[in-house]
């Protein structure tokens, strides 16, 4: 019936259903969400269906609940998924939640914990609730990595975590539905008498702010442009070098933003050849996809991102290793729910 992932499952039986459902206060048959592209009603029932199915524990079921309406949300656009880039969907769990259900932030975080089982649930209620089916509706041209899911470390965090820079309390817990179509390789971060470990870290961001996404859907502005989501991991050993120099998450922003560049015959070349559309500059900027800026020489500097907000910093991973990484998603914009 297509409903597992290929790889085996735990029997969903009433009674391990039953367990999951004394979790949540909302009735089993309620609508959560209505989710694209099958539009079939996410209750309850059918989440914790899949969470057993995934090895999930009975006490991971709001974060489910709200993991769903986080991907429901039409801001999020669930509904465009299915792309052959093969957009992955990915939830960041914050706050006093993640270290009670035992979702890891540290080392190896994507491949311990709750976070396997939670990532594994999340494939499959978008999978048999969503309805996006390998192969006829998720066309990924070379497949998808596992889902993952990832927790702020919070203590070593020398920010405001996530979840409290977007309008909530430290107190409270929240998922944020995410979205990625990379996943790869974390550079390492050095000082040298020449040049900080926090100059160092701002450098190699930028930079891999014009390798990691596609450039040509993503200097576009507008609402194609403006729906991309550029996640910026970075351990804590590397944060604590950027808030000691004085960098807040906003000047981070501020410097990529303005650093992330290539040479404009190069964009230009990704737009003509790498794009649905044959565009050049010209073209583009008077359809309103570019501004003025971008008629320029072809050696010029132009920028790859289409405005500051697209930046995402989460802070993670092992607590003794100075790497980042960074993630793109394209047209998927972050949605936070707080989790009940």
């Not at 442009?225 to 501020?254: Q, W």
Request: aromatic share 8%; proline share 8%; with cysteine.
């Amino acid at each position: 019936k297509r409903w597992s992932d290929e790889l085996p499952i735990v029997p969903p039986t009433r009674e391990r259903v039953a367990e999951f459902l004394k979790h949540t206060k909302r009735a089993p048959d309620e609508t959560i969400a209505i989710l694209p592209q099958a539009n079939l009603a996410a209750t309850p029932r059918n989440i914790a269906v899949n969470a057993v199915m995934a090895g999930c524990k009975p006490e991971m079921m709001p974060v489910l609940i709200a993991a769903v309406e986080a991907i429901a949300d039409n801001e999020y656009n669930l509904n465009n998924i299915g792309s052959t880039w093969g957009v992955q969907p990915f939830l960041l769990v914050n706050g006093p939640l993640a270290g009670k259900l035992g979702i890891e932030h540290g080392a190896q975080l994507v491949n311990r914990g709750a976070n396997p089982a939670l990532g594994r649930a999340l494939a499959l209620i978008i999978k048999n609730i969503a309805g996006y089916q390998y192969g006829s509706s998720y066309m990924g041209t070379f497949g998808y990595p596992l889902n993952v899911v990832l927790a702020e470390n919070e203590a070593e965090n020398p920010w405001e975590p996530y979840h409290v820079e977007h309008g909530f309390k430290r107190e409270d817990s929240t998922v944020t539905a995410c979205g990625t179509v990379t996943w790869g390789w974390p550079p390492a971060i050095y000082g040298t008498p020449r040049k900080s470990a926090a100059q160092a870290a701002l450098q190699f961001l930028a930079l891999e702010c014009t390798k990691k996404p596609c450039l040509a859907r993503l200097v576009e502005r507008g609402d194609n442009g403006f729906r991309n989501m550029i996640t910026l991991l970075i351990a804590p050993p590397v944060a604590k070098a950027l808030a000691s120099e004085g960098y807040t998450k906003d000047k981070i922003r501020d410097y990529v933003f303005e650093h992330a560049r290539v040479p404009a015959r190069e964009l230009e070349f990704l737009i003509e050849y790498g794009h649905s559309e044959a565009f050049k500059f010209p073209d583009m900027v008077e359809r309103g996809l570019l501004p003025k800026e971008y008629l320029v020489g072809p050696d010029e500097m132009v920028r790859v991102l289409p405005k500051k907000e697209v930046i995402n910093i989460v802070v993670c991973g092992d607590p003794d290793r100075n790497r980042v990484m960074v993630l793109w998603g394209g047209y998927i914009s972050p949605v936070t729910k707080k989790v009940f």
